[in-house]
């Protein structure tokens, strides 16, 4: 059972506009910052959102990321094949001292 | 550009000690800018955070698994370890090691993975 709760799964066709969202608490996302990695099949996973929007160098625009309260979301424009992944999100808990995860979202694109 | 290697045993029997190191190259493990963590993620399942670890020495680790864990840091060599003691097969996973820089808290930069199994 993951901290951070996530959809186990989720689905968009090429072109489309695809959210995954990130529930949390108030020890976690409710007082901390969000972070959502990718994870493409058998690689470790890579950072995408830091500071809840913020976009390391390298990584497309097509992602953003939002956060309201004890709950956040990650944005994927125009969606694309390379794009199947699985994303996790994450944030600091301050209850544990250290970093949570959510369960990961799978992306499938149709 | 900043690497990061994961090494040690890929099989580990139960009750025994599993050690890993991550051996970071093109950049120095001795900055205040940044802390060095371990995470592990079983087969088909999500990330748990294991610990982390600063130049310093200064270490945390999740309380889940804190009585089992220590994290070493040797700056001579440029790595850092993990070692996690009385293994069972619920510790059967791939172990990561990845650099967290203090000011966006998230962790940036990871090694390929290591896959540990745990069986006699």
């Known amino acids: 059972q993951s901290v951070l709760t996530q959809p186990p799964s989720a689905s968009g066709t090429p072109g489309q506009r695809v959210t995954i969202s990130c529930s949390g608490s108030s020890s976690n996302i409710g007082s901390n910052t969000v972070k959502w990695y990718q994870q493409l099949p058998g690689t470790a996973p890579k950072l995408l959102i830091y500071?809840?929007?913020q976009r390391p160098s390298g990584v497309p625009d097509r992602f953003s990321g939002s956060k309201s309260g004890t709950s956040a979301s990650l944005a994927i424009s125009g969606l694309q094949s390379e794009d199947e992944a699985d994303y996790y999100c994450?944030?600091?808990?301050?209850?544990?001292?250290?970093?949570?995860f959510g369960g990961g979202t799978k992306l499938t694109v149709l | 550009q900043l690497q990061l290697q994961e090494s040690g045993p890929g099989l580990v029997k139960p009750s025994e000690t599993l050690s890993l190191t991550c051996t970071v190259s093109g950049g120095s493990i001795s900055s205040s800018s940044y802390y060095w963590g371990w995470i592990r993620q079983p087969p088909g399942k999500g990330l748990e955070w294991i610990g982390s670890v600063h130049y310093s020495g200064n270490t945390y680790h999740n309380p889940s698994l804190k009585s089992r864990v220590t994290i070493s840091v040797d700056t001579s060599k440029n790595q850092f370890s993990l070692k996690l003691s009385s293994v069972t097969a619920a510790d059967t996973a791939v172990y990561f090691c990845?650099?967290?820089?203090?000011?966006?808290?998230?962790?940036?930069?990871w090694g390929h993975g290591t896959m540990v199994t745990v069986s006699s």
């Open positions: 994450a944030a600091w808990d301050d209850s544990l001292n250290g970093p949570v």
């Open positions: 990845a650099r967290r820089p203090t000011s966006w808290g998230a962790f940036d930069i």
């Open positions: 500071g809840n929007n």
